[in-house]
């Protein structure tokens, strides 16, 4: 695998496993600082393709171009239970004056600067991705790769989770790689979507609303549609002319 100095480039990849082909020739490049987030069914490839990108993987076929600096965060948060929080940031780094001190401003950033000596353990679910959060960001990547991250928070958790994401991003500036299954979470937070669909991009949508996007905006409602039609889900929307005429 090659490293480029920002952006991420995916020419003509393809994985499979036994006779499974998960990834089909795929393409697609990010920008610097480009937010894109991934949707598709389940299997059709997300977290291969986070794999890839990380380095766990090696495709079968074509080039995988992403920056030195990427780190991923996860579901689960995978903290280290017998470290406290501070030290979980720090994961993996030098226990420097300097180190502990770009860790605990990124506590402060996720607003948990009164947690560094806390225990994993006492932390509530959205405590704790906020810890991870902090963990990848303090290492200033050019790549964040984001894999489900809120599915597992409550409704309310999530959305603030949202907004916390949009602040980190707008300060960091790191490309960003969000795998979701939820399209609301992709229209709120993205730049561009794209929809996988047997190892190929199906949809390639760039999101030209601005921020904060409601969910009631003509364009958001339109991509909703145009996505969950892809999925195979139908739903009438406001704008259509029929459900115009209905109203
Ligand atoms: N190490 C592996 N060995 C064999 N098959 C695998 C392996 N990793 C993934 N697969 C298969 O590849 C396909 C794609 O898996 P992947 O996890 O990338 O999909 P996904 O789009 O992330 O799915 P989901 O939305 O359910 O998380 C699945 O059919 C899965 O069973």
């Not at 597992?152 to 949009?166: I, N």
């Not at 739903?235 to 029929?242: G, I, Q």
Request: proline share 7%.
């Amino acid at each position: 695998m090659s490293t480029s100095p920002a952006a991420v480039r995916i020419r003509q990849v393809s994985k499979q496993y036994g006779e499974k082909v998960v990834l089909d020739r795929l393409d697609l490049d990010i920008a610097p600082r480009e937010f894109v987030a991934i949707l598709g069914p389940s299997g059709t490839g997300k977290t291969t393709l986070l794999r890839l990108l990380a380095g766990f993987e090696a495709p079968d076929e074509g080039d995988v171009l992403v920056p030195a600096r990427r780190t991923t965060v996860y579901q689960e948060p995978r903290l280290v239970p017998p470290h406290r929080v501070l030290r979980n940031v720090m994961l993996g780094q030098r226990r420097t004056r300097q180190n502990r001190a770009a860790a605990r401003a990124a506590l402060a950033e996720v607003g948990l600067a009164s947690h560094e000596r806390a225990w994993p353990a006492t932390l509530s679910g959205g405590e704790a991705q906020r810890v991870a959060l902090a963990r990848a960001l303090v290492r200033e990547p050019q790549l964040l790769m984001l894999d489900e991250p809120f599915a597992a928070l409550d409704a309310l958790t999530r959305l603030r989770m949202h907004d916390l994401l949009d602040r980190l991003r707008t300060r960091h500036q790191p490309a960003v790689l969000l795998v979701t299954h939820d399209i609301d979470e992709a229209i709120r937070l993205a730049d561009r979507i794209v929809m996988l669909r047997e190892g190929r991009v199906a949809i390639d949508l760039r999101v030209d609303v601005p921020h904060p996007r409601t969910l009631t905006h003509p364009l958001v409602v339109e991509y909703r549609t145009r996505l969950l039609a892809e999925l195979g889900i139908t739903e009438p929307s406001p704008t259509d002319p029929l459900a115009k005429e209905l109203a």
